[in-house]
């Protein structure tokens, strides 16, 4: 069963998604700096959660995710100094970036059973 993804006040959640390509022999570097940055933005209001996701076939291009409460908070912090601040050592790491912007609708956990085979 689905379930609707919902932030505080029961208003649907707001997922980013950015692409991004670290400039080469850079990308012990751009963890770290990710690293930094995410526990800043963590504690800005309506952030839910971050992920940093590297390309299993591509060790130079990775996701990063960024769960908010609502557009508000997203745009909000988009348009911030704060935001300026702490992306600017990422900036400096790649060779690109895209971003996108996504209403979670649903979500449906994982619900392991039992393994094939197994008595």
Same mark, same amino acid.
């Given at each position: 069963?689905?379930?609707?993804?919902?932030?505080?006040?029961? #208003?649907? !959640?707001? *997922?980013?998604?950015? *692409?991004?390509?670290? +400039?080469?022999?850079c990308? /012990?570097? =751009?963890?770290?700096? $990710? +690293?930094?940055?995410?526990?800043?933005i963590? #504690?800005?209001?309506?952030?839910?959660? @971050? &992920?940093?996701? #590297?390309?299993?076939? %591509?060790? +130079?291009?990775?996701?990063?995710?960024? %769960? $908010?409460?609502?557009?508000? !908070?997203? %745009?909000g =912090?988009?348009?911030?100094? /704060?935001?300026?601040?702490?992306? &600017?050592?990422?900036? %400096?790491?790649? &060779?690109?970036?895209? *971003?996108?912007?996504?209403?979670v609708? /649903?979500?449906?956990?994982?619900? @392991?059973?039992?393994?094939?085979?197994?008595?």
């Open positions: 069963m689905t379930a609707p993804a919902t932030g505080s006040g029961g #208003r649907a !959640a707001v *997922r980013t998604i950015l *692409r991004m390509r670290t +400039r080469e022999g990308e /012990a570097q =751009f963890e770290a700096a $990710w +690293r930094t940055a995410a526990a800043e963590s #504690r800005v209001p309506g952030n839910l959660q @971050q &992920e940093l996701i #590297r390309d299993a076939d %591509d060790p +130079r291009t990775f996701l990063i995710t960024s %769960d $908010w409460t609502d557009r508000a !908070a997203v %745009d =912090f988009g348009r911030s100094s /704060a935001r300026e601040m702490l992306t &600017e050592a990422l900036r %400096d790491l790649r &060779e690109d970036a895209a *971003r996108n912007t996504y209403e609708l /649903a979500v449906v956990p994982g619900r @392991q059973g039992p393994e094939e085979g197994a008595a």
